[in-house]
């Protein structure tokens, strides 16, 4: 084991933690035209979206997807913009903790736990009637759109295991 005091942040003693696993493959490289068109879709995708609403939707649905390696850019994203340690922290509690959040937040957060958690096979009305009266229909289209696409990088990057902890904010498009 190594120590990742700096890494890790962590301020006391020496901590040993476990290794980092090793990516399944770089499938940005072998893949390239995807990769491309996604980072595409991305920027489309985000057009129109509030910033601050979009890292929260970015982070909630990869706390949902189990992905590390979008959490850590998407976590170090949000604080480097301002937003505050407590809301990021409540977020994976967030229907224990709504006063964090404004209604027009908990109801792009519902959509998005909606849209990325599909067991029931459908998105609720409820859920979707609430967002359609915080959004206008472009700005709903819009917030889907960012949704869906962070639930497909959250697939890339759980299905290769993306290794998380080394991104540092501003190092993606």
């Known amino acids: 084991m190594t120590s990742n005091k700096s890494t890790h942040g962590n301020t006391a003693a020496d901590t040993s933690y476990a ?9 940005a490289k072998l893949a390239p035209e995807v990769y491309k068109a996604m ?7 985000r057009q129109g979206v509030d910033p601050t609403l979009l890292e929260l939707v970015k982070i909630r649905a990869s706390q949902l997807n189990h992905c590390a390696f979008c ?30 959040y404004t209604e027009r937040e908990l ?3 519902g959509l998005t736990e909606a849209v990325t958690v ?5 998105v609720p009305d409820e859920v979707y009637e609430k967002a359609a009266k915080h959004f206008d229909e472009s700005e709903l289209a819009q917030l ?12 890339f990057g759980v299905t290769t ?13």
Request: charged letters at 20%.
């Open 19 to 27: 290794p980092e696993h090793t990516p399944r493959l770089p499938w």
């Open 39 to 45: 980072v595409r879709l991305d920027a489309a995708a």
């Open 71 to 100: 959490l850590d850019m998407h976590t170090k994203d949000a604080l480097a913009a301002g937003e505050s340690v407590e809301r990021v922290i409540q977020l994976s509690a967030w229907e224990e903790s709504q006063h964090f």
């Open 107 to 109: 109801a792009a957060i």
């Open 118 to 122: 599909l067991t029931d096979g459908f």
């Open 144 to 155: 889907i759109a960012a949704i869906t696409v962070i639930n497909a990088w959250n697939r």
């Open 161 to 173: 295991r993306m290794v998380p902890g080394h991104y540092q904010p501003g190092d993606h498009t």
